[in-house]
């Protein structure tokens, strides 16, 4: 989740409102900001995780119908609980407009051409094969549809190892050896609350910006819209010939279509 301050525990209200309110919203908005309404169309969320982010985009954005597809199943029942512990009891999704399908990392089970919208949250950092599965969100999505994509932390940013709930230091996930930072990550919570440190930081697929750009030209989906997010930070000396841009620039939200 984007943030200026990172939190250091977990706290299921924070958790919740950054989801519900933070990035569904942003998503919504996002495409609103083109002209873009989700309203009354079909859409389809990659990496639905705990399906907070989902339950909110149905009800900022209002959609006909919305599929969070994750390679972890997505537990219909905890996100009905932890709606009702933050006092959401109308505006649950009722029937079949609202599902979770659990996908392969290779396949997303829907058929061609059928979602008007695919977005996907904090995932594609995770991706094991990220040009595999955006030619899935390509083949998903209808021709005049919009796929919305965000990333942060990005791999070269400061916080791109996704180990700050073990590791307060930025770019530790660069500048310490291999060996030290999984000796540093094991057992350590992570920042998904599912996960540890360590598996969380062996999940990372570590695209750059420029090789998400390739990686979504060889899928056929060219970028619309793109807005990065950049932050002042200190350079420790062993990481002074690394690629400035990749440093400084820790997050990407963007809008691409299909061609
Ligand atoms: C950090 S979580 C983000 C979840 C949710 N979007 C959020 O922001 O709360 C990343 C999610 O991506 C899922 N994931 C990883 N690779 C995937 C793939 N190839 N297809 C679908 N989901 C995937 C993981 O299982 C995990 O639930």
Avoid at 25 to 34: P, R, S, T, W
Avoid at 115 to 141: A, C, G, K, N
Avoid at 207 to 228: F, G, P, S, V
Wanted: hydrophobic fraction near 40%; glycine fraction near 8%; aromatic fraction near 8%.
């Amino acid at each position: 989740v984007e943030q200026t301050s990172i939190p250091t525990e977990h706290d299921a209200t924070r958790w919740w409102t950054e989801h519900y309110d933070g990035a569904a919203v942003q998503i919504v908005e996002f495409l609103a900001g083109d002209g873009y309404s989700i309203e009354g169309k079909e859409v389809a969320d990659i990496g639905s995780g705990d399906g907070i982010i989902d339950l909110g985009v149905w009800n900022h954005g209002r959609p006909s119908r919305l599929v969070g597809y994750d390679v972890r199943p997505t537990d219909m029942d905890a996100l009905i609980r932890s709606a009702a512990a933050a006092g959401i009891e109308d505006g649950l999704p009722d029937g079949h407009a609202f599902t979770f399908v659990k996908s392969e990392p290779d396949h997303l089970p829907s058929l061609d051409e059928r979602f008007d919208v695919v977005y996907t949250w904090s995932v594609f950092e995770h991706v094991s094969q990220p040009v595999v599965m955006l030619r899935e969100v390509r083949r998903i999505i209808k021709p005049d549809g919009l796929f919305f994509l965000q990333i942060w932390p990005l791999f070269g940013s400061r916080h791109g190892g996704h180990a700050w709930m073990a590791i307060d230091e930025p770019f530790a996930h660069l500048s310490r050896s291999p060996f030290e930072l999984e000796r540093d990550l094991i057992g350590r919570q992570g920042t998904d609350p599912t996960r540890s440190a360590d598996d969380e930081f062996r999940s990372l697929n570590r695209l750059t910006l420029d090789q998400l750009q390739r990686a979504l030209l060889l899928a056929r989906l060219r970028i619309a819209k793109i807005e990065l997010t950049a932050e002042t930070i200190h350079i420790p000396p062993e990481l002074a010939h690394q690629p400035l841009v990749d440093m400084a620039v820790s997050g990407v939200k963007l809008l691409a279509a299909p061609f």
